[in-house]
């Protein structure tokens, strides 16, 4: 079988982000992958509801999406309102995606609350990145989904390139 992978609505070009607007990745492989049928696309917060533009949104205190499966942090907008509950619902769905297409990478967005997976931000709204990753990522790592971030696709090319249709390191 071959390899799926599991992407960011918003690298696929689609205007899905908090502010409305998309961070398309374009690369050989994405377009290579499209073509070839790989590519499962979706934006976690709209597969729970939520809307697009919405208020952004940062896991709190510092901490990361592993705290918030966990309990032990939540996901605020910068209005004050709490959407942890939303962000759990679209990790479940991605994961649920995952699941069921046979997606066992994802390469999604950093820097996300669900998304990110090599950094996020500090949840203050300052700006200021942290090393971490959102609800999404974490959900997924969790369950066995090899996830890069946009910034990691050479990575993904190069753990994916020996794939010959047979399955990916042993997989089928």
Same mark, same amino acid.
């Given at each position: 079988?071959?390899?799926?992978?599991?992407?960011?609505?918003c690298?696929?070009?689609?205007a899905?982000?908090?502010?409305g607007?998309?961070?398309?990745?374009?690369?050989?492989?994405?377009?290579?992958?499209?073509?070839?049928?790989?590519?499962?696309?979706i934006?976690?917060?709209?597969?729970?509801?939520?809307?697009?533009?919405?208020?952004?949104?940062?896991?709190?205190?510092?901490? +990361? &999406?592993? #705290? /918030?499966?966990?309990g032990?942090? *939540?996901?605020? %907008?910068? +209005? &004050?309102? #709490? /959407?942890?509950?939303?962000?759990? *619902?679209?990790? %479940?769905?991605?994961?649920?995606?995952?699941?069921?297409?046979?997606? *066992?990478?994802?390469?999604?967005?950093?820097g996300?609350?669900?998304?990110?997976?090599?950094?996020?931000?500090?949840?203050?709204?300052?700006?200021?990145?942290?090393?971490g990753e959102?609800?999404?990522?974490?959900?997924?790592?969790?369950?066995?989904?090899?996830?890069?971030?946009?910034?990691?696709?050479?990575?993904l090319?190069a753990?994916?390139?020996g794939d010959?249709g047979?399955?990916?390191?042993?997989?089928?």
């Amino acid at each position: 079988m071959t390899a799926r992978i599991l992407v960011s609505a918003c690298l696929m070009g689609h205007a899905v982000r908090y502010d409305g607007a998309s961070k398309p990745l374009i690369h050989p492989a994405v377009d290579r992958w499209r073509r070839e049928g790989r590519l499962v696309t979706i934006c976690p917060e709209m597969s729970a509801g939520m809307p697009v533009p919405r208020p952004p949104a940062e896991i709190e205190g510092g901490r +990361t &999406g592993a #705290d /918030v499966l966990a309990g032990r942090s *939540r996901v605020l %907008e910068k +209005t &004050g309102g #709490d /959407v942890t509950s939303e962000f759990r *619902r679209a990790a %479940e769905n991605a994961l649920a995606l995952a699941r069921e297409t046979n997606c *066992r990478f994802a390469l999604l967005i950093d820097g996300s609350p669900s998304c990110g997976s090599g950094f996020i931000y500090d949840g203050r709204f300052s700006g200021e990145r942290i090393a971490g990753e959102g609800v999404t990522a974490a959900l997924l790592r969790a369950n066995g989904v090899e996830v890069y971030s946009d910034r990691e696709i050479e990575t993904l090319v190069a753990r994916i390139g020996g794939d010959t249709g047979n399955g990916v390191g042993g997989w089928q």
